[in-house]
């Protein structure tokens, strides 16, 4: 969002997007797009 200066990059609401997405969706490093531990991801298999 700040990039293309919709909100600057020191705005509480950026900062707390920002560490909701790394507390909730960071796995060792990478960025996952959905919490596989709130339920099924819908492909079939294990």
Known sequence: ???V???PPD???IKGTVETIQNN???DG???RY???EGA???PGD
Do not use: I, Q, W
């Open 1 to 3: 969002m700040p990039l």
């Open 5 to 7: 200066g919709f909100l």
């Open 11 to 13: 705005d509480p609401r």
């Open 25 to 27: 969706l960071m796995n």
């Open 30 to 32: 990478f960025l996952m």
């Open 35 to 37: 919490s596989l531990a």
């Open 41 to 43: 991801d819908g492909v």
